[in-house]
């Protein structure tokens, strides 16, 4: 029977790991476990959870930068932020509705680890955009740092944001400094009803190629979840000063005049509306295989129209196209023809969100590498844990 | 010349000098290869002119095939390599070696995709920055980051260094603007990584190679996300009586919630050069002088402006000014932009300084440099990008005069432990290079620089692609894998289980 470790500061941390180098004995790593549905299982005997290595280290809303532990709750970054009208710019996403579990129970470091960003992030950027600084504690159970506090820092390689998207199989981080941006004064979404995917996509790409500051950018087919009950919408959210939104808005009723109906979502509800989409609502209540496509932005709309014609699905476009959630209706894996869509799309990856734990063990959860980039990864692997204790298998074979 | 040491030279590589001439010139044909000594004069420095070096010979690839040989080539006859873009850097990235191979990109110079719909233009890695925006700007277009050598320097150096430039606080570095690379590895292996999708697969090898300045692999495409140009973008130029004053304003600013496009900096020394060179029309009774610049729509800039205007005044601003057209606004920032050279005609030679610090820190830095400054019998003026903390003392000194060279590296590095101490770092955008190379350890310790050194490791396990620069002690890859091993002890009984 293994153990659960549960460490409570950096220390105790790395002496669970340094134990579990010299006895050559796999750790599960996770910050709560919000998204252990998510990805390959781990093999192992052991777990290490890091959401007792919580609480603000630092943080100076003038600078900018917030340092925090790596199993601080979400919720308790976004609140602190939120009494000194700040934010993560990439707005992280909860994803209790699809992958089940408790709502809100991510942790920083989970959201790092797998570089989790919402709508936002096709103007703010990513969640690895705004990590500055690492703390960690590497597979060999010794603590690194990297990075800094400070926004421009060229000081030795990047190894904070090289942390990001590493599922907890490289190190197991202990905190972050991330920098963050004001709260927008005001929000709103301007909508277009009853465009065709090719339309939207094509609007979509109209609007963030003008000066409009576009923030968000998303459609949803008709029929898809209440908000576009009787027409397809394409949404489009604008962010700033109240003066700034209204010139900008007015810039984006003149260049798609060409699409008439339009209408305009203000306020909470335009949060509401985005927060939804962030959190992946409209799949909620359904156990059935749902997918994220990351492809060119115009290739999105190409992508849908190619699965509709061989596959039932269910899907919406995030990033102006460039991001394309499907939930394939049918019980057979789909990963191979998904794949090569996008790769005689203009290339991009998918990896499968929600699934039944045969159909991950099953299908290649995360996108395929070439025999070349395999084998750097796994060199990489192993400088940071040469007896491959972190989350072996979380991300690949091998990994 | 200073003395930096670099890693001795390989006799057996000297002795094969030929033959390896020979031989590459079998890979790249014609007068991409250059041996002679006369010819390969201008590659012996890069924009560190302090350091001199002539390589082994220099290579001029222009396939990416081509490159892939050259790089197996050394590979398989344990051949170091130094790869080199524009030679911009500021650091001596690109200092040659003795023994090395010097592989210069710069016949990489075509843009390959303008690809508006997407926001991406794909490019070889010896465009220049400016080169870039001057593609897609007849749309409306630009490409963000423009460090100040944005004329000449290369886009490939620039993901070597994870380039920055005044707008960063506001638009990102390198890093934050880069969608796609193709490397090739020192073994001759072509890799993909990204495209003009967002967030790339698997591991992000794209951050770090971001900075990387050239120890991990050679860049040989590149693709960028481009941005539309904001309408408008107005300056505002703020005198302050005392630098106190100017860093809570900055501050201020920034805690309402106000991201300007650009913050700059300058304190009195650096105004009088930069007044006296370029008549920008500075004020000359202030000690420190901002330039604010903000972007966007008219109606949000002419706001913003305002409230900065209100912020600087309850600072206790002494001057103001607002620019009131385009030509105005690059009045402003011409002095700004000249502040080096301006400072360069009061003092013979200068050093300057590259760290970065928590903005809140900057009147103590200015008052702990001021006695630095006396202590070292050298004089200093500062000019600071306070939008993202990072701070360029130029420290003036007289190389004819001797001892003065060493006493402003001295005076240098002393600045640098400063910033380090207040929370800061050694290198906001000019990279480590050899110039601070030494320093490293007053920021990292052993375990912090050997995990990096691993990963220099993963890419280049012979640790041929340009040694001697950002460590100071060259580990070997089987060294940096040892690992001491407590075998058999038990689980920690006081730590928590669940």
Request: one cysteine or more; glycine letters at 10%; a negative charge.
């Given at each position: 029977?293994?153990?659960?470790?549960?460490?409570?500061?950096?220390?105790?941390?790395?002496?669970?790991?340094?134990?579990?180098?010299?006895?050559?004995?796999?750790?599960?790593?996770?910050?709560?476990?919000?998204?252990?549905?998510?990805?390959?299982?781990?093999?192992?005997?052991?777990?290490?959870?890091?959401?007792?290595?919580?609480?603000?280290?630092?943080?100076?809303?003038?600078?900018?930068?917030?340092?925090?532990?790596?199993?601080?709750?979400?919720?308790?970054?976004?609140?602190?932020?939120?009494?000194?009208?700040?934010?993560?710019?990439?707005?992280?996403?909860?994803?209790?509705?699809?992958?089940?579990?408790?709502?809100?129970?991510?942790?920083?470091?989970?959201?790092?680890?797998?570089?989790?960003?919402?709508?936002?992030?096709?103007?703010?950027?990513?969640?690895?955009?705004?990590?500055?600084?690492?703390?960690?504690?590497?597979?060999?159970?010794?603590?690194?740092?990297?990075?800094?506090?400070?926004?421009?820092?060229?000081?030795?390689?990047?190894?904070?944001?090289?942390?990001?998207?590493?599922?907890?199989?490289?190190?197991?981080?202990?905190?972050?400094?991330?920098?963050?941006?004001?709260?927008?004064?005001?929000?709103?979404?301007?909508?277009?009803?009853?465009?065709?995917?090719?339309?939207?996509?094509?609007?979509?790409?109209?609007?963030?190629?003008?000066?409009?500051?576009?923030?968000?950018?998303?459609?949803?087919?008709?029929?898809?979840?209440?908000?576009?009950?009787?027409?397809?919408?394409?949404?489009?959210?604008?962010?700033?000063?109240?003066?700034?939104?209204?010139?900008?808005?007015?810039?984006?009723?003149?260049?798609?005049?060409?699409?008439?109906?339009?209408?305009?979502?203000?306020?909470?509800?335009?949060?509401?509306?985005?927060?939804?989409?962030?959190?992946?609502?409209?799949?909620?209540?359904?156990?059935?295989?749902?997918?994220?496509?990351?492809?060119?932005?115009?290739?999105?709309?190409?992508?849908?129209?190619?699965?509709?014609?061989?596959?039932?699905?269910?899907?919406?476009?995030?990033?102006?196209?460039?991001?394309?959630?499907?939930?394939?209706?049918?019980?057979?894996?789909?990963?191979?023809?998904?794949?090569?869509?996008?790769?005689?799309?203009?290339?991009?990856?998918?990896?499968?969100?929600?699934?039944?734990?045969?159909?991950?063990?099953?299908?290649?959860?995360?996108?395929?590498?070439?025999?070349?980039?395999?084998?750097?990864?796994?060199?990489?692997?192993?400088?940071?844990?040469?007896?491959?204790?972190?989350?072996?298998?979380?991300?690949?074979?091998?990994? | 010349?200073?003395?930096?040491?670099?890693?001795?030279?390989?006799?057996?590589?000297?002795?094969?000098?030929?033959?390896?001439?020979?031989?590459?010139?079998?890979?790249?044909?014609?007068?991409?290869?250059?041996?002679?000594?006369?010819?390969?004069?201008?590659?012996?420095?890069?924009?560190?002119?302090?350091?001199?070096?002539?390589?082994?010979?220099?290579?001029?690839?222009?396939?990416?095939?081509?490159?892939?040989?050259?790089?197996?080539?050394?590979?398989?006859?344990?051949?170091?390599?130094?790869?080199?873009?524009?030679?911009?850097?500021?650091?001596?990235?690109?200092?040659?070696?003795?023994?090395?191979?010097?592989?210069?990109?710069?016949?990489?110079?075509?843009?390959?995709?303008?690809?508006?719909?997407?926001?991406?233009?794909?490019?070889?890695?010896?465009?220049?920055?400016?080169?870039?925006?001057?593609?897609?700007?007849?749309?409306?277009?630009?490409?963000?980051?423009?460090?100040?050598?944005?004329?000449?320097?290369?886009?490939?150096?620039?993901?070597?260094?994870?380039?920055?430039?005044?707008?960063?606080?506001?638009?990102?570095?390198?890093?934050?603007?880069?969608?796609?690379?193709?490397?090739?590895l020192i073994t001759g292996e072509v890799i993909r990584l990204g495209g003009k999708h967002l967030d790339s697969e698997a591991y992000d090898l794209m951050a770090l190679l971001t900075g990387s300045e050239g120890l991990l692999a050679v860049v040989t495409e590149?693709?960028?996300?481009?941005?539309?140009?904001?309408?408008?973008?107005?300056?505002?130029?703020?005198?302050?009586?005392?630098?106190?004053?100017?860093?809570?304003?900055?501050?201020?600013?920034?805690?309402?919630?106000?991201?300007?496009?650009?913050?700059?900096?300058?304190?009195?020394?650096?105004?009088?050069?930069?007044?006296?060179?370029?008549?920008?029309?500075?004020?000359?009774?202030?000690?420190?002088?901002?330039?604010?610049?903000?972007?966007?729509?008219?109606?949000?800039?002419?706001?913003?402006?305002?409230?900065?205007?209100?912020?600087?005044?309850?600072?206790?601003?002494?001057?103001?000014?607002v620019s009131q057209s385009e030509e105005e606004r690059n009045t402003f920032w011409a002095g700004r932009k000249a502040a080096f050279p301006a400072v360069g005609r009061i003092s013979p030679d200068y050093l300057c300084m590259d760290g970065t610090i928590p903005r809140a820190a900057l009147p103590q830095v200015l008052q702990e440099m001021q006695e630095l400054s006396e202590k070292h019998g050298l004089r200093v003026a500062n000019v600071f990008h306070?939008?993202?903390?990072?701070?360029?003392?130029?420290?003036?000194?007289?190389?004819?005069?001797?001892?003065?060279?060493?006493?402003?590296?001295?005076?240098?590095?002393?600045?640098?432990?400063?910033?380090?101490?207040?929370?800061?770092?050694?290198?906001?955008?000019?990279?480590?290079?050899?110039?601070?190379?030494?320093?490293?350890?007053?920021?990292?310790?052993?375990?912090?620089?050997?995990?990096?050194?691993?990963?220099?490791?993963?890419?280049?396990?012979?640790?041929?692609?340009?040694?001697?620069?950002?460590?100071?002690?060259?580990?070997?890859?089987?060294?940096?894998?040892?690992?001491?091993?407590?075998?058999?002890?038990?689980?920690?009984?006081?730590?928590?289980?669940?």
């Amino acid at each position: 029977m293994g153990e659960g470790f549960h460490p409570t500061t950096a220390d105790e941390l790395e002496a669970v790991v340094k134990w579990a180098s010299a006895e050559r004995t796999p750790l599960e790593v996770i910050g709560s476990g919000s998204k252990c549905n998510w990805g390959r299982a781990v093999q192992s005997a052991h777990t290490l959870r890091v959401d007792g290595i919580s609480g603000v280290i630092d943080y100076e809303p003038a600078e900018l930068v917030l340092t925090v532990k790596a199993g601080t709750p979400l919720t308790d970054v976004q609140t602190l932020l939120k009494e000194h009208n700040q934010e993560l710019p990439f707005e992280p996403a909860d994803l209790s509705a699809v992958l089940g579990g408790p709502n809100q129970a991510g942790t920083i470091g989970g959201v790092l680890a797998t570089n989790l960003s919402g709508p936002r992030r096709l103007k703010a950027g990513a969640a690895r955009d705004h990590v500055l600084g690492l703390e960690a504690v590497s597979g060999r159970g010794e603590i690194f740092k990297a990075g800094g506090r400070v926004v421009k820092n060229v000081t030795g390689y990047d190894l904070s944001r090289g942390f990001c998207s590493s599922w907890g199989t490289l190190a197991v981080a202990t905190s972050f400094s991330i920098k963050v941006l004001p709260r927008a004064a005001k929000e709103c979404t301007f909508v277009l009803l009853g465009l065709t995917p090719q339309e939207a996509s094509s609007a979509m790409s109209e609007a963030m190629g003008s000066s409009a500051e576009v923030s968000s950018a998303a459609h949803l087919p008709k029929g898809f979840c209440p908000l576009s009950q009787e027409h397809s919408i394409t949404l489009l959210r604008l962010e700033g000063i109240p003066v700034s939104i209204d010139y900008r808005l007015n810039k984006l009723r003149s260049i798609l005049k060409r699409f008439p109906s339009q209408e305009l979502i203000e306020g909470q509800a335009s949060r509401k509306t985005w927060g939804d989409l962030r959190d992946l609502i409209p799949f909620a209540g359904s156990d059935k295989p749902l997918w994220k496509l990351s492809v060119s932005p115009t290739a999105g709309q190409q992508m849908i129209a190619e699965l509709e014609k061989r596959f039932a699905i269910r899907w919406m476009m995030d990033w102006a196209g460039g991001l394309v959630w499907v939930e394939m209706q049918g019980e057979e894996p789909h990963d191979v023809p998904l794949r090569r869509l996008i790769a005689e799309n203009g290339g991009g990856h998918a990896t499968l969100l929600r699934a039944s734990a045969e159909l991950r063990t099953s299908v290649d959860v995360f996108q395929p590498l070439p025999e070349t980039l395999m084998g750097l990864s796994k060199r990489l692997k192993a400088q940071f844990d040469p007896h491959n204790i972190l989350n072996p298998g979380r991300m690949y074979a091998g990994i | 010349m200073a003395a930096i040491a670099m890693p001795k030279p390989s006799q057996e590589t000297l002795k094969k000098r030929s033959k390896i001439v020979a031989d590459l010139q079998k890979i790249v044909r014609g007068e991409g290869v250059i041996c002679d000594e006369i010819e390969m004069r201008p590659y012996e420095t890069d924009a560190l002119t302090a350091y001199r070096q002539l390589p082994l010979v220099v290579v001029l690839p222009e396939t990416v095939d081509q490159v892939s040989q050259v790089l197996k080539y050394c590979y398989d006859n344990d051949v170091k390599v130094v790869p080199r873009g524009a030679g911009t850097s500021l650091s001596g990235g690109a200092l040659p070696l003795e023994d090395g191979v010097l592989l210069s990109m710069m016949k990489f110079n075509r843009i390959l995709e303008i690809d508006l719909e997407n926001r991406a233009v794909v490019t070889q890695p010896g465009v220049t920055n400016l080169g870039i925006t001057t593609a897609v700007q007849q749309d409306g277009f630009y490409y963000a980051p423009d460090p100040s050598s944005q004329i000449a320097c290369s886009i490939g150096g620039n993901i070597a260094e994870n380039s920055g430039g005044v707008h960063s606080l506001k638009y990102g570095l390198t890093t934050n603007n880069l969608l796609g690379l193709e490397i090739v590895l020192i073994t001759g292996e072509v890799i993909r990584l990204g495209g003009k999708h967002l967030d790339s697969e698997a591991y992000d090898l794209m951050a770090l190679l971001t900075g990387s300045e050239g120890l991990l692999a050679v860049v040989t495409e590149v693709t960028v996300r481009v941005l539309q140009k904001p309408e408008t973008a107005r300056a505002a130029l703020i005198g302050f009586p005392t630098s106190e004053e100017a860093g809570k304003c900055v501050a201020e600013i920034i805690g309402a919630g106000i991201i300007p496009g650009g913050m700059e900096l300058m304190d009195k020394l650096a105004i009088d050069a930069a007044e006296d060179f370029v008549h920008a029309g500075y004020p000359l009774d202030v000690d420190a002088l901002m330039i604010v610049e903000l972007d966007g729509p008219e109606a949000e800039v002419d706001d913003l402006l305002k409230r900065v205007s209100a912020i600087a005044e309850k600072n206790g601003s002494s001057y103001l000014r607002v620019s009131q057209s385009e030509e105005e606004r690059n009045t402003f920032w011409a002095g700004r932009k000249a502040a080096f050279p301006a400072v360069g005609r009061i003092s013979p030679d200068y050093l300057c300084m590259d760290g970065t610090i928590p903005r809140a820190a900057l009147p103590q830095v200015l008052q702990e440099m001021q006695e630095l400054s006396e202590k070292h019998g050298l004089r200093v003026a500062n000019v600071f990008h306070a939008g993202d903390g990072n701070l360029h003392p130029l420290i003036l000194y007289d190389a004819n005069k001797p001892g003065e060279l060493a006493a402003a590296e001295a005076f240098g590095a002393d600045i640098l432990r400063l910033c380090v101490k207040v929370g800061g770092v050694l290198t906001g955008e000019h990279g480590v290079g050899i110039e601070k190379r030494d320093l490293m350890p007053e920021m990292y310790s052993e375990d912090d620089l050997k995990q990096q050194q691993r990963v220099k490791c993963a890419f280049d396990e012979k640790q041929l692609l340009n040694p001697g620069k950002m460590f100071p002690v060259l580990h070997r890859c089987a060294e940096l894998g040892f690992m001491h091993v407590h075998q058999g002890q038990l689980p920690f009984p006081d730590i928590p289980r669940f």
